[in-house]
């Protein structure tokens, strides 16, 4: 089992910056591909961005490429979410999620672990 606690969001003014963070209770964390996902209340579950375990690729949805950067410290058990440029649309409750598979895919059906959320809201 694997805890995941996300930490950093904040009421932010649109074009600014903020970065989320999520910690994992787990002694293999370099074991497992990390991503981020948001919610709002009107839409379903929604990928943001994807690392593998190793921390040498990753993957983003198209609406937040070139403002978005998802990193990991495996020595840390942290992952974060660097969010540049943010706009009102970026508003939802992100979460971090865990998946043992090396090739995951971007659907929430695709990650095991979930933490249980941190909302961002960007003003305009």
């Known amino acids: 089992q694997v805890q995941l606690v996300e930490s950093g969001g904040r009421l932010v003014q649109a074009g600014g910056s903020l970065r989320l963070s999520c910690v994992a209770s787990t002694r293999t964390f370099n074991n497992y591909g990390m991503g981020w996902f948001r919610q709002d209340p009107a839409k379903e579950r929604a990928f943001v961005a994807l690392i593998s375990a190793s921390g040498r690729t990753t993957w983003y949805t198209d609406s937040v490429k070139g403002r978005f950067t998802i990193s990991r410290d495996n020595a840390k058990n942290l992952m974060y979410l660097q969010m540049n440029s943010v706009r009102p649309e970026d508003t939802a409750v992100y979460y971090c999620?865990?998946?043992?598979?090396?090739?995951?895919?971007?659907?929430?059906?695709?990650?095991?672990?979930w933490g249980q959320g941190t909302q961002v809201t960007v003003s305009s």
């Open positions: 999620a865990a998946t043992l598979s090396g090739a995951p895919g971007r659907g929430p059906g695709d990650f095991t672990f």
